[in-house]
């Protein structure tokens, strides 16, 4: 059976800001333990199609409240197997979802609850669901307090918070069977934080663009994750701004090499064109950083925007996200 760990007192309550007010309903959600209960009390011989169903309809209640997800098999990893897995793209440039089948990790990720239920559709044994980070309406950071190897992340956190100047905020907190605990914030929608391991203390993962969380409610081989008590309807609070500061990387030196500006920028371009609703800033990000960082940014500047902005951002976003890309890649925009 599954041991749930006792949330930690005192991080929560440490902090003195006030709690975010609500998004869009985000506090009004039917309470985890109902789906639970269900689970808890089914039988064996049902147990997998269960454990599917309910990890589902976990991922369409988060998906309600604007958060795109993917179903996750029982060790925590994308369900849906990569289309192209025996056959790897001989250019060298990775598909991420542009040739439309499904299987391309957190970029099959969605909050539409037609595609959730295809994409469950097409992972029978999915028992869990991730949650991606980064995207709009929240820019999600995942905050992954780590107990393995014996460390003390909580209090690595704790001990960054005075040193630095900042308080915890009252958040959605979700408890991982080993005992760890992630931290939901939410970054502003202009700047991109990366994924980190041990980056900032041993055990402190951070969850940014192109990372995923395991969502509350998923069960994987070493039992289920859950919203801690009183957490769960919270909204997601934001990242105090001198945290967030300590998430991003430093800026990196100018690109010694240029590359030809001509097949490569075009390359980027089409990469936006072919975005889904929910990727489409993030594709925009990435193409805009390595745009930067192959000398042609300024150039690229317009035909991304273009291309942006014929997949549905506005203007004003999509000049915003190449902004953030020339700076965290060490230009000015
Ligand atoms: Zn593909």
Known sequence: MTSRPQATQGMNRSGSLPATPPVTGASRLPALPIFEQVYEHGGMATI???ATTLALAHALSAAERGLAVIPLSRT???????????DPDPAGRPCHSECGRF????????????RIRELFAAAPRATGYGIACGLPPYHLIGVDLDTKSGTDSSAALRELALRHLFTIPETVVVLTPSGGRHLWLTGPPDTVVPNSAGRLAPGIDIRGAGGYLVGPGSRTDHGVYTAAPGTAGLAPASC???????LLPPPRAPHPTRPAAGDHGQGLVQFVLAAHEGQRN?????AACRAYENGIGPALADPLVAAARDTGLTEREARATIASAARLTGHRP
């Not at 993030?282 to 990435?286: A, D, Q, V």
Request: charged share 25%; hydrophobic share 30%; proline share 13%.
């Open 240 to 246: 105090p701004p001198s945290l967030l500061r300590l």
């Open 103 to 114: 299987g391309h990790g957190v970029y099959d990720a969605s909050t539409d609850p037609v």
């Open 76 to 86: 925590k990893l994308p369900a849906l197997r990569s289309p192209h897995r025996d």
């Open 48 to 50: 997998d199609r269960q």
């Open 282 to 286: 993030t594709r925009l990000f990435w």
